[in-house]
C-alpha cells in the first residue's frame, strides 16, 4: 500500500475517533480542521495513485463529512437559483 493511501486510512481513522468525542460546537471546528487536512491528502492520493482511486478517496470522505457537504450543495444551489 502506498504511503498516500496509509495517510487517507489514518484520515479516516482519525475522523472517526473524533466523531465519537462531545463536542460543544456540533463537531464544525473539528470538521473545519479535518477538510484543511483531508484536501492535501486527497490530492496527494491523485497523484501517487490516480483519479480513480482519488475520486473513491473523495467519496469516502464525503460520506463522512456529510454536513459540510449538504450545506455547500445549499449553498451552491442558492446561488443558481437566484438566491431563493
Same mark, same amino acid.
Request: charged content about 10%; hydrophobic content about 55%.
Given at each position: 500500500?502506498?504511503?498516500?493511501?496509509?495517510?487517507?486510512?489514518?484520515?479516516?481513522?482519525?475522523?472517526?475517533?473524533?466523531?465519537?468525542?462531545?463536542?460543544?460546537?456540533?463537531?464544525?471546528?473539528?470538521?473545519y480542521v479535518l477538510i484543511?487536512?483531508? =484536501?492535501?491528502?486527497?490530492?496527494?492520493?491523485?497523484?501517487?495513485?490516480?483519479?480513480?482511486?482519488?475520486?473513491? =478517496?473523495?467519496?469516502?470522505g464525503a460520506s463522512m463529512?456529510?454536513?459540510? =457537504?449538504?450545506?455547500?450543495?445549499?449553498?451552491?444551489?442558492?446561488?443558481?437559483?437566484?438566491?431563493r
Amino acid at each position: 500500500m502506498s504511503t498516500s493511501l496509509i495517510l487517507a486510512a489514518m484520515w479516516a481513522v482519525v475522523a472517526n475517533i473524533l466523531a465519537m468525542m462531545p463536542s460543544r460546537d456540533n463537531h464544525w471546528t473539528r470538521a473545519y480542521v479535518l477538510i484543511a487536512v483531508g =484536501v492535501p491528502i486527497l490530492g496527494y492520493v491523485t497523484y501517487e495513485n490516480g483519479p480513480l482511486a482519488g475520486f473513491l =478517496v473523495l467519496l469516502a470522505g464525503a460520506s463522512m463529512l456529510r454536513w459540510p =457537504v449538504i450545506y455547500l450543495s445549499r449553498w451552491v444551489k442558492g446561488i443558481f437559483s437566484g438566491g431563493r
